[in-house]
């Protein structure tokens, strides 16, 4: 069964410092996803990337946040100047097509755990 | 903005029971999806319904969406120790966005 594969599994950061979260999407998926959950929160939706650019954003995708392709397999998420409610689990998700608005064969990867301490 | 809500919050059963979750939208569903979370873990998708009035079962568990494409339910059938776990219903607003349910805690009594 093909993954989304997430590194690391737990990032710990102190306030202010930048990090870069990975995803390896299933390799003929076409859409790519970030999604966060504060602990004991709701999964928010942060960014849809499409063609390498993003289609979609959240509000809480601002300036801090970018994501890149950066080599045709891996998917980055990268949060400058972390903040203390920054930390949350990061999933990563990608998705072979859009029919009708919505996802096929959407896959989730188990998260990247980030606390910024 | 979608809202979607799960009930109930939580949920304690005794193993063998049956069980459902409820998912209610406040717009018309492009798709909706369910999930399983285990507490920290990663979210494991259990099954997508697009059409109205579809229904998709995997082993004991069934969901469902109605004729309006509102509303969906979850029902476990003989619910195991193993059917413990979060479970968020996820649904899709434009393309390639998507809102989630609070979720709903199982526990299953042995």
């Known amino acids: 069964e093909p993954e989304v594969t997430q590194t690391p599994s737990h990032q710990v950061t102190q306030m202010g410092q930048e990090v870069i979260l990975r995803c390896v999407p299933i390799s003929n998926h076409l859409y790519f996803y970030w999604y966060r959950q504060i602990l004991g929160q709701k999964v928010e939706f942060l960014v849809s990337f499409y063609n390498n650019e993003i289609s979609e954003k959240s509000e809480i995708f601002d300036d801090q946040f970018s994501v890149e392709r950066p080599d045709g397999s891996n998917f980055t998420l990268k949060i400058r100047s972390t903040k203390l409610e920054d930390s949350a689990m990061y999933f990563c998700?990608?998705?072979?097509?859009?029919?009708?608005?919505?996802?096929?064969?959407?896959?989730f990867g188990s998260g990247t755990r980030l606390t910024v301490v | 903005s979608q809202e979607l809500e799960q009930s109930p919050q939580s949920l304690i059963v005794q193993e063998g029971k049956n069980l459902t979750i409820n998912c209610t939208s406040s717009k018309t569903l492009y798709g909706l999806y369910w999930y399983k979370q285990k507490y920290g873990e990663g979210l494991i998708f259990l099954m997508m319904?697009?059409?109205?009035?579809e229904e998709k079962s995997h082993e004991k568990i069934t969901a469902k969406l109605d004729e309006k494409k509102q509303q969906s339910s979850l029902h476990i059938t003989a619910s195991q120790p193993s059917h413990a776990g979060i479970y968020l219903c996820g649904a899709d607003t434009n393309a390639g966005k998507s809102t989630f349910g609070d979720g709903t805690t199982l526990t299953v009594k042995p």
């Open positions: 319904l697009q059409k109205g009035g």
């Open positions: 998700a990608s998705s072979e097509a859009l029919r009708r608005g919505a996802r096929h064969g959407y896959t």
